[in-house]
């Protein structure tokens, strides 16, 4: 549910794999097309969206849940390269 509304959000396979893998348990040994593998990555992404429910975009969820994913898989030294790099970036621009 998204701001009392049932919506679909759309994800590749080979994202929600690398997802499954990251966050583990029991449901990663059995893969992105077992049940179980669906269900863990399903319930990591309500979390996400029910977390930031206020600072949600307007359009475009599946985009934001697509960069939430990558920046829970991506190596924290290249994350935290990034966010300095983008808050450098910020902080010239304005934005």
Do not use: C
């Amino acid at each position: 549910m998204l701001r009392g509304k049932r919506t679909t959000i759309t994800v590749d396979k080979v994202t929600t794999g690398y997802l499954l893998a990251k966050i583990g348990g029991y449901a990663a040994t059995l893969g992105i097309e077992s049940k179980a593998g669906k269900a863990q990555v399903r319930k990591w992404i309500q979390r996400q969206v029910k977390d930031e429910e206020a600072h949600l975009p307007e359009k475009n969820i599946s985009q934001w849940v697509q960069s939430r994913i990558i920046h829970e898989i991506v190596d924290p030294a290249l994350r935290s390269a990034f966010d300095k790099t983008r808050e450098n970036l910020l902080t010239k621009t304005g934005d």
